[in-house]
């Protein structure tokens, strides 16, 4: 008995510097402010020529955020395998102090695997496709949905197919136009009709 309490001992003091190795997580930079230059990674353009909330992904090795002009973008780069997963941050807009999604508080930030998405509102982004909204908050983001239609998702739950190839807002219906008298056709039958 005495050996294996003496083994036992022996096990502990060896593996407590061990555990004292394991490198610490580091901490996460804070999400910076747009900058009058800052260009969207897809779209080549300035983000400031663009309405609604954006996306900003920090990488190791640096303190220069990858800008992206809507929180779907914002996504996508976290999904394309191409893309680099050495995230030190993810942040996207936080809408829930927002009046309007078009016209966010673009100094409110949440970190994007925390946040809360509203996909399918029928909401577009800055760039006319259908945006997935991001919210800091749980009740924020189930209120706008509730209001707006829309799926209430984590980022954990997030497919890439809902991610990349989101539900489109439904184009309006064509207008009807009056029937026309024969002969408006240039005594044309229909289209095809010889």
Partial sequence: MRTF??????????LLPLSACKPEKAEAPPPQA???DAVGRYCGMNLADHPGPKGQVILKGTDKPVWLSSVRDTLAFTALPEEPKDYRAVYVTDLGRAADPQKPDLSAWV???QAWYVLNSGRTGGMGEAETLSF????AARRFAGANG???KRFADLTADEILTP???????????APQE???HG????????
Avoid at 5 to 14: D, F, K, Y
Avoid at 187 to 194: E, L, R, S, W, Y
């Fill in 111 to 113: 970190e994007a695997r």
């Fill in 167 to 177: 539900d489109q807002p439904e184009p309006a219906a064509p207008q009807e136009s």
């Fill in 150 to 152: 829309g799926t209430v």
């Fill in 34 to 36: 747009i900058a009058a």
């Fill in 182 to 184: 024969s002969g408006a």
């Fill in 136 to 139: 800091a908050e749980e009740g």
């Fill in 5 to 14: 309490i003496q083994t036992t001992l022996l096990a502990a003091a060896l």
């Fill in 187 to 194: 005594g044309h039958g229909p289209k095809g009709a010889m």
